[in-house]
């Protein structure tokens, strides 16, 4: 019995080094030099101070209201939290359901309509007032972007074309051409349209 506690001692300690502490070193140390901006969370600097992720969607406020002068990302459960990532498992049947995103289409509708002549609750694109899984993607759709555009280029007093290449400038295509759907990264655009506005 002591040489088998002995051979369970030592491998116990055997893997502690090698898969708790060699492989993490191994694989941060690759991630480091090969995918060094993603590997430190692909922040976003301005000024030389980290003022976001492309990651990670935030909302531009003035106190509890959205900021016209900037895109808005997608609605979130967690107000765009990263420590505590989820979505909000409401149901079609749910009234918690009915009552929020009828909220959230309203709100929409009230924000963009004065940009947006005719407007309707049919034509407001679906990320617009619903949440991502995670609560906290930094994309929106296309169309929900072209209908934003509008109202960031009147607010900020610059041409819808310059406003729409920064867009175009920002969207991230489908993964391998295939997968998934384009989306238009609302940190990394509002970034860039704050850069363009300084010109």
């Known amino acids: 019995m002591r040489r088998d506690l002995a051979i369970a001692v030592r491998a116990i300690v055997l893997f502690t080094v090698v898969l708790g502490i060699g492989y ?11 995918f060094g901006d993603q590997a430190n969370g692909s922040q976003i600097r301005q000024h030389g101070r980290v003022v976001g992720s492309r990651l990670i969607g935030a909302a531009r406020t003035i106190g509890d209201k959205p900021d016209p002068a900037y895109f808005q990302p997608r609605p979130s459960a967690t107000g765009y ?20 995103y009828r909220d959230a289409l309203a709100a929409y509708v009230a924000l963009e309509g004065p940009y947006n002549p005719g407007l309707t609750a049919a034509r407001v694109p679906v990320d617009a007032v619903t949440a991502s899984a995670s609560g906290v993607d930094p994309q929106i759709s296309p169309a929900n972007a ?14 819808l074309a310059r406003v729409r290449r920064l867009v175009r400038a920002n969207t991230d295509g489908r993964f391998l051409g295939v997968i998934g759907e384009p989306g238009v990264n609302v940190p990394a655009l509002n970034l860039a349209l ?6």
Request: proline share 6%; hydrophobic share 50%; no cysteine.
């Open 146 to 159: 072209a209908i934003q555009a509008r109202r960031v280029a009147a607010v900020r007093r610059i041409p």
């Open 81 to 100: 939290s990263a420590t505590a990532t989820f979505f909000a498992n409401r149901g079609p049947n749910a009234k918690a359901a009915r009552h929020f």
């Open 194 to 199: 704050d850069r363009e506005a300084a010109r």
């Open 24 to 34: 993490p070193l191994l694989v941060t140390g690759i991630a480091q030099v090969a």
